[in-house]
């Protein structure tokens, strides 16, 4: 079993509805990441958590340390938000190395 | 201020052979770390370095080997390379070691024929 899990795997949306994408994982973390990733391989960091809940512009991305659990929320999704959505964390044993979940494939339609 | 620079961008290599990619971190960042990332997969801790000092591995064969220089770019070379080694190699840096910030490189994708 993947130390971070990500669900759902593939998402395809219409333009305007609100996404989630969720993250859990099953160990120690210091920090969580939520990263972008378009065609071409480029990666983007969004947000990094260790508490609490971050917006940016449509993004919000909240963490709840005891339950494990993390979720990226689009609102008002357009076209170019397909991408693929990564979860990252930083295990507390293991320095400062990240821990990637597989990716979520996000496409939003017009 | 440039990102973190990686290259080449893509190359094709045939099995048995040996390649060098390279990593520019961003200006003032002393750690870099490397990534492999499989095809439909999240990426896969290699290494990372800090101070020109390994400070960690993941779980790769020894044909896997890094450096880091005194300006704090880096190298990832891959000897013997299999088939199993095409992915899309990326580079991170951040300011410190242990640091929550963190920069990617566009990474390079390396085909093995």
């Known amino acids: 079993k993947n130390e971070v899990e990500q669900s759902p795997q593939n998402l395809t949306a219409q333009e305007g509805e609100f996404i989630t994408i969720n993250c859990s994982y099953s160990?120690?973390?210091?920090?969580l990441h939520w990263l972008q990733q378009h065609p071409g391989g480029g990666i983007v960091s969004l947000f990094m958590?260790?508490?609490g809940k971050k917006k940016h512009g449509r993004l919000i991305a909240t963490i709840n340390i005891q339950e494990k659990h993390s979720s990226l929320h689009i609102t008002a999704s357009h076209p170019r938000d397909s991408a693929v959505y990564i979860c990252a964390v930083r295990v507390e044993t293991s320095g400062s190395r990240l821990t990637f979940g597989e990716g979520t494939q996000l496409t939003v339609n017009p | 201020d440039a990102g973190v620079t990686q290259s080449p961008t893509h190359l094709i290599k045939t099995r048995g052979q040996h390649v060098t990619l390279r990593c520019s971190p961003i200006s003032g960042h002393k750690s870099v770390s490397w990534y492999q990332q499989v095809l439909g997969q999240g990426p896969q801790f290699i290494f990372q370095y800090y101070e020109k000092e390994e400070r960690g591995r993941g779980n790769f064969p020894d044909r896997f080997s890094a450096r880091q220089f005194p300006n704090y770019s880096s190298e990832l070379n891959v000897n013997a390379l299999l088939l199993g080694d095409s992915a899309l190699y990326l580079c991170?840096?951040?300011?410190?070691?242990?640091?929550?910030?963190?920069?990617f490189g566009s990474g390079t994708r390396l085909t093995v024929v």
């Open positions: 991170a840096s951040s300011r410190r070691e242990i640091y929550y910030g963190y920069t």
């Open positions: 160990v120690g973390i210091s920090a």
């Open positions: 958590l260790s508490s």
